[in-house]
């Protein structure tokens, strides 16, 4: 028996385990053991989002309407990063017919997909400083852009498809961000980001941008200080790039 069954193992990276019985076919047995172990490891991470947006959107004190509004966007930015997760090990317990598996998610793959979406009734490029501050009001928000229906994510990169098309006065925007390299020189400790990004209006690319970004602390700083000053050097390029390609369309 593997001993990730009896207790979680000793990583720093999100970990979830999961079971099923044999009351179905093996496949759907297999599948739910893998969903299970996805929700056990979702449920350390929504947390996580939760604690992180509570601080920087209400810097720790909400109104009930702001955390009904958290825990939205908390459910749906976990959805996302759960694209992440890693099957690492199945097991089957011949005795009593179990099976059990072990789900991963690295804390150093931070990369974030979000996608977004802007209605504009009647579309204008005069809705093009409006949208700018959209953007800059989410980037400020540690890269917690509430996501567009799943149905719609690949609008940002090709909007001819029937579903993207049926919006007609839509603008469709995709955002990636990864950390690249966490230098260490045992005094300051940096984070370098890269991000990239792209709006479009029907068939025509209205933005696009890749940027690179960093932030630099002492060494004993945590990660999540660190990226919030990244985020800030994040978000002034991102809006420079955009509001430049959006004042050459006027």
């Known amino acids: 028996m593997p001993s990730w069954v009896s207790g979680l193992p000793e990583t720093k990276d999100y970990v979830g385990v999961g079971q099923a019985g044999s009351s179905e076919g093996p496949e759907q047995q297999i599948r739910a053991a893998e969903d299970w172990a996805r929700g056990s490891l979702a449920a350390g991470i929504s947390v996580k989002i939760h604690e992180q947006l509570v601080q920087n959107i209400c810097e720790g004190s ?64 005069e809705m093009a400083g409006l949208l700018v501050g959209h953007l800059e009001k989410m980037l400020r928000e540690d890269f917690a852009v509430v996501a567009a229906d799943a149905r719609l994510e690949g609008c940002a990169t090709d909007s001819a498809t029937p579903t993207c098309q049926d919006r007609a006065n839509t603008i469709f925007g995709a955002i990636t961000v990864s950390l690249e390299k966490e230098p260490m020189d045992g005094q300051f400790r940096q984070r370098n980001f890269r991000v990239k990004g792209s709006l479009r209006f029907q068939d025509r690319l209205l933005s696009s941008f890749d940027v690179p970004c960093k932030a630099r602390a002492e060494a004993r700083a945590d990660a999540q200080t660190i990226d919030r000053a990244a985020a800030e050097d994040c978000r002034k390029k991102v809006q420079a790039t955009m509001k430049k390609d959006l004042e050459m369309m006027d």
Do not use: Y
């Open 62 to 125: 909400c109104t009930a309407e702001e955390q009904s509004k958290i825990l939205l966007k908390a459910e749906s930015k976990t959805k996302h990063t759960l694209k992440g997760v890693d099957i690492k090990e199945r097991w089957l317990d011949r005795g009593s017919c179990m099976v059990w598996v072990l789900a991963t998610l690295s804390r150093d793959k931070v990369e974030l997909r979000r996608a977004m979406m802007f209605n504009l009734s009647p579309p204008s490029i």
